[in-house]
């Protein structure tokens, strides 16, 4: 199943119906949490219910397709990413890339995959439903809620657990609305841009070998345990 999280703030409708033209089942978690104007040590609480929400809701497929609210739209987007779930491993598989050194020098070195703990991003990705129960828990143990944002939640888990995620390259979609927060966000992500330079609109990924690049990585160490109990 595709979930789409969304805040009552933001005017999506025009992208909603496109994305329901590829599949018109998606659903729509839509938070209406203000915690973000705080500005405080809370900024994120809504994010990361709204992303808790979702792994909760009864699903009986092997994975949740989740997806921000600001990307763009490939035509078939969908059925490459069922293409390329056929070949991942049972774990956290992302199909956005951030423009930061690795995921650069991994799309350089003609990578199609980048295995990581800590660099891993949430804005368009597949997480396996074996997982929930695992992740669920470990959040209401050991995170520390309103700091992290989705992402910061996930490279947790799997940095405290030792799970390895994937990135698939080049990245599927672009993060449109990356000068839009309305958390507040800043567009650059230090040097770089909320961007992703390894976009390319077009690209065959059904060519590609992925039993090939799942098994061989470009492989980030980082991790990040940060803002826990």
Known sequence: MIYVMHHVARNCDPYFAALRLQRPDIKIFTSTDESYKTKGCNLFFGVEQNYLDILAAPDTDNWKIIMANDLSVEPGQFDTIDH????APLAPVTFYNPTNTPYLTAWKQGH???????????????????LIPAFLTFAEKHLIRGRLA???MVIRFMSALGIWGYAVIPS??????????????????????????SYTPGFDYKAVNWNHHFANPFIDWSVWLTHMK
Not at 84 to 87: A, E, R, S, Y
Not at 112 to 127: D, E, V, Y
């Open 172 to 197: 599927l979609v672009q993060h449109l609305g990356f000068d839009k927060s309305i958390l507040g966000l800043l567009p650059s992500y230090g040097k770089f841009k909320r961007m992703a330079a």
């Open 150 to 152: 989705d992402d910061g």
């Open 112 to 130: 199609h995959i980048l295995k990581t703990r800590g660099n891993w991003w949430t804005q368009c990705h597949a997480f396996p439903t074996k």
């Open 84 to 87: 390329i779930l056929q070949f």
